[in-house]
Structure formats: structure tokens, C-alpha cells
């Protein structure tokens, strides 16, 4: 009779249909200090552009067999301005933007114009934001020195920058289109804050940097010129907000051209600048594509650019 029963829930085991990542919601952690995390379970995808991405260039080509080898969490959200200034307030911490003599880059207003200041800093940009809007002007060595803070005050979580590999396998969450959310920029709406009619009529069409901008906005008004509160557009199929939008992220990765052509999803070993990922309110939809990927110096700072958790359980 016990092996009859053994042999029964073994067939109802293996016969059972098992649950895909889109019928099982993923595993939701309310962190005090990080906030909302998801997990994100190790998986294969194809990394870079697909075949039908006119806008891609030459450092997303070409596609490639990527693996992310082992379970991480991701934050829901992009870090906020107040989780950044808890850090700042307990630390003493001087960005790379308010240590820089040329300072940051912000909006001016008189102008109409993005403009490199002194005045600017990840505290003001020169435009409106609330605690809840995602931080910005802060720089990779910054991203990376709030993610220390986090993980040496906590006792079950390291906190890093997720690797690029990692990044684009949330954001497509199972996705194999141009748009995590489908194959046209429209499909961006209500989805992403990126650049597009709400922004332009702010920026004067007579400055370079502000007319490559305009010639690229969306051309639709999300009506958020700037930075939006954190989950103030819908989220992607895993429960993410804001990859595609609202501000670029930081990833771990030192960036590295020839990376695709040898097909490798681990993180280079060295180089001199580092990648960020995503879209966001500056730029229209072209950035919000899931393999765009970018890179600058490690100091930089722009009200553009911001940083998103990810994390691994403590051994």
C-alpha cells in the first residue's frame, strides 16, 4: 500500500503542469530601508538587439544566448531621494557631483536650457521633485557607496548595482520585442516617463544639446516634463517600474565595446567608464528600447541618471 501511495505522488508530480513566471506572481520583500524588492529567479535570454531594432547600434549587436546564473532581488522601484538623504544624513556623504568644479547638470529655467553648474546637485536639478521622485546627479561611485551603507547596517542582505546582463533580463521580463511592452514606441505609453511633448515646449529650440532632444521626443505629453514620482506608470510583466523611463540607471558593468561579438554576459574585468541602462524623462523613446545601453565615467553626474537595487541573500 506505501509504495502504491509512493508511486501515486510521484506520477502526480511529474504529470502536474508547472507554473510559468507569468501565471505565479514573484516573491514581493517589504525591506525597512530598501523597500520593495522582487525576486528575480536565474534564467537564459537573448541579450542585445533583436533583428527588426532599426534604432540599435553597433555596441547592442550582436544578439546573444545570455545567462543570469543565480537568483537576485530588484528593487521595484528607482531610489528615492529620501532613501538617498537618510544615507547622506547618516554618512556625511559628499557626492562626486558637490566634490566636482564644474558641479552637475541641471535644467535652467531662465534659459530653457541643460546646463553643467555648481548650483546643481543631486539635491536641487533645477527642477520640482518630492521625496518620492527617484534621486539623481549622483554618480556611479555614489550608487555604489549607498549600496555599501545599506549592506553593512544589514543582516540578511548585500546590496549592489545590478550587472548589466542582469538589468536587461528584468526589464524584457520574458519579453522579445524592441519595447518591453511591445514593438512601437507607443507602446511606451502610460508605461514610461520618457522625453516627449510635455518636456520640449520647456526647452529652447536654439541650444544643440536641446534640439537633439526635442527631434527625438515622443509624440504624445505623459504630462511629467521631468522626473515623476517612483511607480507613477505601470509596471512591467515582473512587477518593475520605471526601467524604461523616468531616469537612466547604473549598472555594476565597466563597459566594454567588443562584449557581444564574444557573447559574454559576465562583467568585464576592467575598463574605464561604466554602463548604465534604461530611459528616461530627458530622452524619447529610442533609450527605452531593451538593449540600449550607454556608458560614462565612473564620476559623472547628470539629473538624468539614477541607480536602482538590486541584492543577494547573505551566506
Same mark, same amino acid.
Given at each position: ?75 521595484? +522601484? ?14 556625511? +556623504? ?8 564644474? $558641479? ?28 518620492? +521622485? ?47 511592452? $511591445? ?103 529610442? +533609450? ?28
Amino acid at each position: 500500500m506505501f509504495r502504491k501511495r509512493l508511486l501515486l505522488l510521484v506520477l502526480i508530480l511529474v504529470c502536474e503542469p508547472r507554473m510559468t513566471r507569468s501565471d505565479d506572481m514573484p516573491k514581493v520583500v517589504e525591506h525597512p530601508n530598501a523597500g520593495k524588492l522582487v525576486l528575480i529567479s536565474a534564467g537564459q535570454f537573448e541579450m542585445g538587439a533583436i533583428k527588426d531594432d532599426r534604432d540599435a547600434t553597433d555596441i547592442e549587436r550582436p544578439a546573444f544566448n545570455a545567462r543570469v546564473s543565480r537568483d537576485f532581488f530588484l528593487g521595484i +522601484h528607482e531610489v528615492t531621494f529620501i532613501q538617498f538623504r537618510r544615507f547622506v544624513s547618516a554618512t556625511g +556623504h559628499k557626492t562626486d557631483g558637490e566634490k566636482s568644479a564644474t $558641479g552637475c547638470f541641471g535644467y535652467d529655467k531662465a534659459t530653457r536650457r541643460f546646463v553643467s553648474a555648481t548650483r546643481y546637485s543631486w539635491r536641487d536639478s533645477g527642477f520640482p521633485h518630492t521625496d518620492e +521622485h527617484p534621486v539623481a546627479n549622483v554618480s556611479w561611485n555614489d550608487a555604489v557607496a549607498y549600496c555599501r551603507w545599506l549592506s553593512d547596517r544589514d543582516e540578511q542582505y548585500v546590496f549592489r548595482l545590478p550587472t548589466e546582463a542582469e538589468w536587461e533580463y528584468a526589464y524584457r521580463a520574458d519579453t522579445h520585442t524592441v519595447y518591453a511592452f $511591445g514593438k512601437a514606441p507607443r507602446s511606451l505609453v502610460l508605461k514610461e516617463n520618457i522625453g516627449d511633448k510635455s518636456l520640449s515646449p520647456l526647452l529652447d529650440p536654439a541650444g544643440s544639446t536641446e534640439k537633439r532632444l526635442i527631434d527625438r521626443h515622443a509624440d504624445w505629453n505623459d504630462r511629467f516634463p521631468f522626473t515623476s514620482p517612483v511607480g507613477s506608470f505601470k509596471p512591467n510583466a515582473w512587477g518593475l517600474y520605471d526601467m524604461g523611463g523616468n531616469v537612466n540607471e547604473w549598472c555594476e558593468d565597466y563597459f566594454d565595446r567588443d562584449q557581444y561579438v564574444r557573447g559574454s554576459s559576465q562583467p568585464p574585468a576592467t575598463g574605464t567608464t561604466r554602463v548604465f541602462r534604461g530611459g528616461s524623462f530627458i530622452w524619447g523613446a529610442h +533609450h527605452s528600447r531593451c538593449s540600449a545601453r550607454e556608458h560614462k565615467p565612473a564620476t559623472d553626474s547628470w539629473c538624468h541618471m539614477g541607480f536602482r537595487l538590486a541584492a543577494d541573500l547573505k551566506k
